[in-house]
């Protein structure tokens, strides 16, 4: 497994990291999942406290005894819940970030973290005083670097411009490339992309589309009709050398400024499959400028 360097920090994260998300509840078969990622070379492990309300974590600590080393793992602050109680606020404040990071070391049962991620954020937060809290956790050791996980561009500004972050992690693929506006200022500032999505709700593997959502099913995705997404589908079909899935990961693991592509697998066979995809022959410069031509530069509307 290939692995590239997170920003300007000392972190180097695999091609594909393991998103826990979806690791599920069950400590025996989250075992085997990441077991089998960390197996075949898979280095970056991504959760967040929010996840199944700190079990996720949980899970993740037990999985790691032992293994700690072995892995950067990354987890995400900003959402204060209740356990046991529905829903989440917004929190980016200081104080709640490092009350938070105690809790979510007692729960990775480790002392530090690699990459700590703001989990999500808007142009309202106290910028400053959520930059002072990572840059504060830093200097204490509990964490190494610190990013941000956010599509809003007015966001992801203020931190290139006012913090030290390393990485943007990003919802990016073949079907929703508008982070690729924003790649040229994050190259500058040598600022990594993590990549969440890249295979957009299982429209980009070889699952058939009577199986995918019914929201994408009946509405399609982002701004492609349902037709779209069944015309551009049988285009992709077309590189027959590639599956859909090999496609995507290929795609966005061609730009420089990506360091990881985070894959979520909730069992074995996903995992094999995502790293096998990751390892196949890059696209030529030909090919990704054809997929360019058959699919929509859109960019963010919002936010700006």
């Known amino acids: 497994m290939k692995k590239r360097r997170l920003g300007q920090s000392e972190l180097f994260v695999s091609e594909i990291g393991l998103g826990c998300m979806s690791i599920g509840t069950n400590l025996s078969a989250a ?13 970056y492990l991504d959760t967040a ?3 199944d309300q700190g079990i996720n974590e949980e899970i ?7 293994k700690r080393q072995e892995v950067i793992l990354a987890t995400k602050v900003g959402n204060r819940f ?26 990775l049962q480790t002392d530090y973290i690699d990459l700590y991620q ?16 990572f840059e504060e956790l830093k200097k204490e050791g509990l964490i190494r670097e610190y990013g941000i996980s956010s599509i809003r561009p007015n966001v992801i500004k203020e931190y290139v411009k006012r913090s030290s972050i390393v ?15 924003w790649f040229p200022l994050l190259e500058d500032h ?16 070889n699952r058939s589309f009577s199986t995918l959502s019914a929201s994408i099913q009946g509405n399609g995705y982002l701004s492609y009709t349902v037709d779209e997404l069944k015309q551009l589908r049988e285009q992709l079909a077309q ?19 990506v360091a990881s592509v985070v894959a979520g697998a909730s069992k074995v066979e996903q995992v094999r499959e995502n790293v096998k995809a990751s390892q196949i022959e890059r696209l030529s410069t030909d090919a990704l400028n054809e997929l360019k031509q058959i699919t929509k530069e859109d960019t963010y509307l919002q936010h700006r």
């Open 49 to 51: 406290d929010l996840y």
């Open 82 to 107: 209740e356990k046991g109680k529905e829903g989440w606020t917004w929190d980016p404040s200081k104080v709640h970030i490092k009350e938070a990071i105690k809790d979510s070391l007692k729960r």
């Open 190 to 205: 040598q600022i990594s992309v993590v990549v969440r999505g890249a295979v957009a709700k299982g429209i980009l593997t």
């Open 118 to 133: 703001l989990h999500g954020g808007t142009i309202d937060d106290p910028i400053d005083e959520t930059i002072e809290a």
């Open 60 to 66: 993740i600590g037990s999985v790691l005894k032992g």
């Open 167 to 181: 990485s943007v992690m990003m919802q990016y693929s073949l079907l929703d490339r508008r982070p690729e506006e």
């Open 31 to 43: 075992r085997r999942t990441i077991d089998e990622a960390l197996a075949l070379g898979v280095n």
């Open 239 to 257: 590189y027959e050398s590639y599956s859909l899935n090999e496609l995507a990961l290929s795609y966005v693991l061609s730009s420089k400024v």
